[in-house]
C-alpha cells in the first residue's frame, strides 16, 4: 500500500504553493531576505512576468509516448535540464540546509552549486558525494583569498567553478533594510510577539541560529562572530575587477570555468576569447541592478553572439516547466533555479527541495508531452509561436 502524502506535499501542488508555505513558515525578515530584490524589485518582477510573453505552438500529432528530459552538462548527465543554483545562506532555512540540497540533487540526479555564502565549508558539503557539484567564487580584493576559495574546490572535487561578476557591489535591498534584517537573526518586540506563529521553525533552529556563519570565510583557529565575517566579504568585492583577472583564474583552474551575470551580448563574445566554458544569463534575480532587463528577454542576444560554442544557461524568474521549455527553446541548455530552492528548504529541508524538483520534472514532461517534443534536445525556436509570422 502506498504511504499517504504529508499534507505538506499535498498543498504543495506548485512553486507558487511552495513560496505561500514558505512564507507561512518564515520569520517575515528571513522569508523577505530570500523573497525581495533590489531597490523597487523592478527587474525580480520582470523576471517573471517576461515569460508570460512567450508563447507555445504545440503540435501534438508528433505525439512521443515517451519523452526524455535529460540533458548533458561538461560530460556530465543530468536527468532533467534544472540544476539548483546557489544560494547564500541556505542553513537559515533548515538545519543542515546545504547538505540537504546536494543530497536532494543527487536523488534527482541533477547538480547543484554551492554558493560562496555557504554556512558550512565547501569541504563538508563536498563529502556529499554528489556530482556534478559546482563552486560559486567571486574576483575578490585579496586576489590570493579568490585563489584560495579555487584551489580548496579542486581539493574536495568540485567539477565546476562558477565565477559571479555581477555583485562587485552590494544591491541596495530595501526589505531587509525595513526589516532590520540581521544575521544571526534579531527581532524587534513586534517580530517576538509573531514568533508563536513560527513555532515550528524556531524549534528546528534552536541550536543553528546561534552558530549561523559564513563557512568559507572563516580562518582556522578564528571564533569571529558572522557580522564581522559579512564585513569582511562586503570589504573583499572589488568593482575594479576585469578580464585579467578571469584569466588568471583560467590559468589556475582546469576544470569548466563558468561565468555567471551575463546579460550584455559583447560580454558574452569577450569571454569566449577568455578561455570561458559556459555561460550563465543571469541578473542575480533582481537582487543587484533594479532596472536590469529580464534575463529571458536578453537570453536570444547572447544565444546569437555565442553563435554555440559554449552551452548556455539561464535564471531568473523560472517558476513553471514552462518556463524551461521556454528557455530551452530559446537556446538555453538548462536553467538554474533560485528562490524556489530555498522557499522548499523551508517547507519541508530535504524532503521539500527532492519534491520541488519533481514539480519541475512534472511540468516540463506535460509540457512536453503536449507539444509533441520526445527529447530536451529537440526542443527549438519553432516551438514557439511568434506574431510577427501571423498572415494579414
Known sequence: MTAPQP????????IEALRSLARAALPKPIFDFADGGAEKEYTLRRNEAAFDGIELLPRPLSGPADRD?????????????????????AGLFWPDGEGCLARAAGKAGTGFCLSHGSVVPLEKVAASGTSPR?????????????????ERAAKAGYDALVLTIDNQLLGNRE????????????FGATGIAGMALKAQWLWRMRREIPNITFGNYVRPNETADISTLAGRMGSLLDPAMSWRDVDELRRLWTGPLILKGILHPEEARQALDHGIDGLIVSNHGGRQLDGAPATIDVLPQVVAAVEGRVPILI????????????ALALGAKACLVGRPVLWALAVAGEAGVVHMLDIYRREIDRVMGLCGEARVDGIAKDLLFSRSSRPG
Open 175 to 186: 526589505r531587509d533594510i525595513r526589516n532590520g534584517f540581521a544575521i544571526p537573526p534579531r
Open 69 to 89: 528530459l535529460s540533458v548533458s552538462l561538461f560530460g556530465k548527465p543530468l536527468s532533467l535540464p534544472i540544476l539548483l543554483g546557489p544560494t547564500g545562506l
Open 134 to 150: 559546482w563552486m560559486q567564487v567571486f574576483i575578490y580584493k585579496d586576489r590570493g583569498f579568490t585563489r584560495e576559495l579555487a
Open 7 to 14: 499534507a505538506w506535499q499535498r498543498r504543495a501542488y506548485n
Open 315 to 326: 535564471d531568473g524568474g523560472i517558476r513553471r516547466g514552462s518556463d524551461v521549455v521556454k
